[in-house]
């Protein structure tokens, strides 16, 4: 009895020690691809990690080493801007069929203000997929 006291403190002696513990989101590493994932065991006799891998079947959980695993880091995309155009951008917007060269003047709702090079065609609100960049 005394044995297994020991082993069960020692057990969370070592998990207390161990970068990860039960529960805790992790990343894991596969076939060189890192991974989210959850420590689901940890068995300090071979100090290994029995892990599960985020949106993936039960049948991919596996025992890893520590080598194979890092604390979670969420990761944001970047942001993407807004719109595609700024003001100032250099574009080509048809004029009846043919492709002039224009300047955004205003960014709109979904829309862009542009301005003909050629004062002749003058000014219009136009829609993203119209405008080409230079």
Do not use: C, H
């Not at 894991?28 to 065991?41: C, D, L």
């Not at 203000?113 to 993203?128: A, M, N, P």
């Amino acid at each position: 009895m005394k044995k297994f006291v020991f082993t069960l403190l020692s057990s969370f002696f070592l998990l207390g020690l161990s970068a990860q513990q039960v529960g805790e989101k992790i990343q894991i590493e596969s076939a060189g691809t890192w991974y989210n994932g959850v420590v689901k065991n940890y068995d300090p006799a071979e100090d290994k990690y029995f892990v599960s891998y985020e949106g993936w079947s039960d049948g991919f959980d596996e025992w890893v080493t520590k080598d194979r695993i890092k604390t979670f880091q969420k990761v944001e995309a970047p942001k993407a801007p807004l719109t595609k155009f700024k003001v100032g951008d250099k574009v080509e917007v048809e004029y009846g069929m043919v492709p002039e060269p224009a300047t955004i003047m205003e960014v709109g709702e979904n829309k862009y203000r542009i301005k003909y090079d050629k004062s002749v065609f003058g000014e219009k609100w136009v829609t993203e997929r119209q405008i080409k960049k230079l």
